[in-house]
């Protein structure tokens, strides 16, 4: 028996995969397809996946494969996100063929191997762990875990054998997809263009590689909503050709979909001991780049609850905050997709709504709350009586004894971490905290921490850190008040 099953090996199975066994718990990893695709869905990492990536010490594989873009934006209006208080304040550009092979790296590393052609035909569950059937080569078989956790999709078959409904909006417009060759590609920049017919975008992600293809998309305003036939180098032509006045010259296909701007969300995320995360949890339109982004953020979030409740140091109670805190993250992530969908439409009244966006944009305050909710970085769990609690940690520049050190170096390991400046808490964090817990006792020459869209903050006396980057409990003078409370809520007390 595995400890968790981990249904569909895609960015967010892989990551999910990556957290656990870091953890120490074992984990099976399957999925239905015969092999990784070398199709690229998505195509980039905000700024706080490249933060979680970093926290792990995952980060450098990844800008070794990628390239640094300035490319936020909302609806195709530029968003400057360099005024993002990170230190990755960009888009990785990156292949999510290439994000996949990366992770699936680590998690070899780490000793889990995917296990492909296996689909998923059932799920039984009781008190005691979760029974599954598979389909694979070798024919039928059942596993048994303790949790199963569905990764698989927006078609997702654990969410449809669990029946957890998936609520939403219907699709409204198809955009057609291809990764081609051009022998006319665009003279300017073309990203999301409106025209009068539809919009357009020609991306040139084979220069990442250093090849010559194009990502050729393009939204037909009228065209029909139904997803039927396979998409074809001619049927890409004949859209292009109505909305841009061109095909730009497209041939040799690499490949060739569809998408559709529907948006839907799982009404929950648990049922007993089955979970889902990523698209099998939420879908939405494309736009801003997040869908895999939020997958991964949400695999970082579950991780290292179910590693807790599995080793048995946090109440099962644990995991239902999973859902209290990345269900609202995803409702907005649908909220923002959807207005950014509206501001693409046709009419004259959309391109009044996009000139005063755009006017909006211009002013910094307004850049910035909008590029931190791009990009993941101004989440916030709970409120606290000190801003940063909820929030995730800045990546400080301290001074660990005698040795300069970055906050996030102290996250490698995915546990909880007790940070103190200019005080000692000894016995009190001794009496008040498990032996999981890393204590770090370090100095800062810096006296306050800039958040996004807050702004600056005083440095803490003391603060707890979740596995996952995010604030448990701060202390402002030095007093452990709440400690033993904060601990407890994330699996971190100790024995009284």
Known sequence: ???VIVVGAGPTGLMLACELALAGVTVQLIDRSPERSDASRAAGMN?????????RGMLEAFAAAGRPMAAGHFSGIALDTALLPTRRPYTLAIMQVDTERVLEDFATRLGVGVQWSTELTGIEQDDTGVTVTTDGVAGPALHQARYVVGCDGGRSAVR??????????????????GDVEMEHPPAERTFLQRRDAGTVTVLPFGALSGDTWARVMVTEYRSPVANSGEVTIDGLRRVLQSVAGTDYGIHTPRWLSRFADASRQATRYRDGRVLLAGDAAHIHPPLGGQGMNIGMQDAVNLGWKLAAVLRGVADEALLDSYHAERHPVAARVLTNTRAQTALLDEGENV??????FERLLS???ANEQVGAEISGLDVCYQEGDHP???????DGDIMVGARPRRVYELLHPARPVLLTFDMLMG????????????????DSVVRRWRLPVIGWVPLPAALLIRPDGHVAWVSRDGSTDGLRRAAARIGAAGQL
Do not use: Y
């Not at 700024?47 to 926290?55: G, K, S, V, W």
């Not at 449809?160 to 997809?177: H, M």
């Not at 016995?427 to 370090?442: C, F, I, T």
């Open 1 to 3: 028996m595995s400890d």
């Open 47 to 55: 700024a706080r996946t490249m933060e979680i990536l970093d926290q």
């Open 160 to 177: 449809r054998l669990i029946g957890i409904e998936f609520d939403g909006a219907d699709a409204q417009f198809v955009t057609l997809l």
């Open 351 to 356: 391109t009044a709504m996009r000139q005063t």
């Open 363 to 365: 002013v910094d305050a």
């Open 388 to 394: 940063l609690v909820g929030r995730r940690v800045p």
């Open 427 to 442: 016995d009190e964090a001794d009496a008040n905290l498990s032996d999981h817990v890393v204590r770090v006792a370090a």
